[in-house]
């Protein structure tokens, strides 16, 4: 029996199991144990570490290939035996130094090396943007290659899963070792061939979703034995053959902030046409119906939520405009239930910032990342009210066959790690839910990166006149310019002011990404202009042109605050990489959606005491306000994941008869 098969029976015979969530006295009890690890597991005891590694590398540098391969080769036998040590570890890395150098082009350097040894630990590092964080996930990806059952590179998209397979490849290959790489267009053939390679790179939306159909394909098989016997007798019709995965030993988690943290809010759902298909009618009528709502007097819009909820009088006016409708609409609960979802499609969900029409289809947006997800729906009937209100054909509604939360797949993982360069900020959440401690690894250069005062205005219309200002003053300098908004509708209404201004620019958005690689690479050049969503705020390396540092490197304007502070550490991440010289701005209005969402009567009053005229009012106050109401949007952020984890544990009491299967 070969040994991806043995590692799928292995998975079948023995479910992967959670352990719960803390809570009261042992939650108590599990933070204390995190600030005393801090004394064992700190970034000065992975440096020093990394000190022995690098004391040994000499051995090696004037060996052949040949000779390295074979010093590779042994260490794997070890490896694959169960028989490593940590010293075994440490000789491992200082041979991956070496194999990095002749393969890649690049050698490791000591901080890198410590991070590895914090990822190899099951630690999540926090790396600032720019060290080298790929690289550094090859060393602990090797080791775990190396033990036989593979390991999952989880990025937050695929543009950098395929990127960095193909760029760290070589790697791989010199020791001894397969790579593929999950693609969302691959059939299960191609996926299977993937996963029993022996380093797999992929995004936890496809590694979590294989995950599911796997366990779907085992829900109708009575345990192991009866898998066997259906081996035995269907041949290769068998469903061990229909798995695509073999288990769920290591992941190395890359950007693990945007992986653990912000798509934990929403669970992921296997779904399947659902038996009722004659009520997709229903969906445009409700469209129709929420058309004639008053929004002064019949329904409430909560914009910080976002929800809507219908008066008294609403009610009593929908009931009397729905009466003639007959069927379905003669129940109060459900009618209501359809119009809110229509008007929350009218009046929270905006096209080109929550969605793109797409030949005729509705194509979420990630808030977090700026790219489309074209598998993706929403819930409760939210979809095909927001089809309806656009005109498109309706998809009928799902039934949900399988639902898992990030929180929960990324616990069934026997070993986790990860690593990000805006971390700190969830360092508490992250021990919590995954036992994942946070170590900061010093940068290799010192950061020269400016980061000026923001700029506060009263109104949008005055903060894109000072934005396009300053865009026309560093522009004459010949720096490159990279700036980050918040949507696609405003990526595009600042490319129009741009071309109207006589700019020379390349827009990146969800829509206009067909470029992606061939914009980052020309983004550091001298004169270039770059304005993008938060695509180009994460993983991207842009490359300063000659001369360019001299001139003061990259100049980043973010044109609003995000709903976290690690999203904007992130865009602003993008400039003064590795010693590199640049600087950064945000730019912010009191009609920003961050405020607007989260203190809409603060933001009124605010507008009312300044008047109606078009003015800046940075001070420190106003920069202050704006981060206190930045802070409250993380927490409530933290609430919704809360929420989806509360879920979880609810599903674990009341259908315990199904977590097996889960």
């Known amino acids: 029996m070969d040994s991806v098969l043995s590692t799928q029976w292995r998975m079948l015979s023995q479910p992967p199991t959670v352990k719960p969530i803390p809570r009261g006295l042992d939650r108590m009890w599990l933070q204390a144990a995190r600030l005393a690890g801090r004394v064992s597991r700190s ?45 075994d570890c440490r000789h491992a890395f200082t041979i991956l130094r070496e194999v990095a150098a002749r393969t890649v082009g690049l050698r490791p350097y000591r901080e890198q090396i410590a991070a590895a040894l914090a990822l190899n630990a099951g630690c999540v590092a926090e790396m600032a943007t720019g060290e080298g964080k790929t690289l550094v996930a090859t060393m602990p990806a090797v080791l775990a290659g190396w033990r036989g059952r593979g390991c999952h590179v989880i990025t937050a998209n695929d543009y950098l899963a395929r990127r960095d397979a193909e760029a760290m490849k070589a790697i791989y290959g010199f020791c001894g070792l397969t790579v593929g790489c999950i693609d969302p267009e691959m059939g299960p053939l191609d996926r299977k061939q993937a996963y029993n390679a022996h380093v797999t790179y992929c995004t936890n939306k496809e590694v979590a979703a294989d995950f599911l159909r796997d366990r779907l394909v085992n829900a109708s098989a009575k345990g192991l034995p009866a898998l066997i016997l259906s081996k ?44 009722n298909q004659a009520h ?50 003669r129940g109060a609960r459900r009618r209501e239930e359809l119009v809110v979802q229509a008007l929350v499609a009218n009046a929270v969900y905006v096209r080109d910032k929550h969605y793109v029409l797409e030949d005729d289809k509705v194509v979420i947006v990630d808030e977090f990342t700026g790219r489309l997800m074209p598998d ?81 205005f009263t109104t949008a219309a005055e903060k894109w006149q000072a934005v396009i200002a300053e865009i026309g003053d560093v522009h004459r300098t010949g720096r490159p ?46 004169g270039r202009i ?80 300044h008047g109606r005229s078009d003015c800046e009012i940075s001070s420190t106050f106003w920069r202050h306000l704006i981060g206190v109401i930045q802070r409250q949007a993380e927490r409530a952020s933290y609430h919704r994941r809360r929420d989806v984890l509360s879920a979880d544990h609810w599903l674990d009491q009341h259908l315990g008869f199904a977590a097996s299967d889960l």
């Open 43 to 87: 970034s000065s005891h992975f440096m020093q570490q990394a000190d022995l590694v690098i004391a040994k590398e000499k051995v090696y540098r004037g060996v052949s290939d040949r000779n390295l391969g074979n010093y590779a080769a042994a260490l794997r036998h070890r490896f694959l035996l169960g028989r490593d040590t940590d010293a």
């Open 232 to 275: 035995m007798v269907a041949g290769g019709a068998d469903r061990i053959g229909r798995l695509v995965q073999r288990g769920l030993a290591h992941a190395i988690v890359d950007e693990a902030d945007s992986v653990f943290i912000d798509d934990a809010s929403t669970p992921l759902l296997i779904s399947g046409d659902g038996p």
């Open 280 to 329: 997709s009618q229903a969906y445009e009528q409700a469209a129709r119906l929420a058309a004639g709502l008053d929004p002064s007097v019949d329904y409430r819009v909560a914009r910080d939520q976002p929800t809507v909820s219908l008066t008294a009088s609403g009610k009593q006016h929908l009931s009397e405009v729905a009466e003639p409708l007959g069927g379905l609409w």
């Open 376 to 456: 993706r729906t929403w819930r409760d009937g939210l979809h095909q009210a927001v089809e309806a209100k656009e005109g498109v054909p309706i998809n009928l509604p799902k039934d949900t066959f399988a639902r898992i939360s990030f929180q929960r797949f990324f616990r069934l993982y026997r070993h986790l790690s990860g690593m990000s360069g805006t971390v700190s900020e969830a360092q508490a959440e992250l021990w919590g839910i995954y036992r994942l401690p946070m170590i900061p690894i010093p940068t290799h250069r010192p950061c020269r990166r400016a980061v000026m005062p923001d700029r506060v």
């Open 481 to 526: 310019i990279l700036i980050g908004t918040g949507s696609i509708r405003e990526s595009e209404h600042l490319s129009r002011r741009l071309i109207a201004a006589g700019m020379d620019h390349r827009l990146l958005n969800a829509v206009q990404h067909a470029s992606e690689a061939q914009i980052i690479a020309d983004a550091g050049q001298q």
């Open 530 to 609: 770059t304005v993008s969503t938060n695509m180009a705020g994460r993983g991207t390396d842009i490359q300063l042109g000659p001369g360019i540092a001299e001139r003061g490197g990259l100049h980043v304007i973010a044109t609003e605050r995000f709903s976290a502070r690690r999203i904007d550490r992130q865009l602003s991440g993008r400039c003064a990489r590795q010693g590199d010289p640049g600087s950064s701005q945000a730019f912010v209005s009191l009609e920003d959606d961050l405020i607007q969402k989260n203190r809409p009567i603060i933001a009124a009053a605010l507008r009312r005491v």
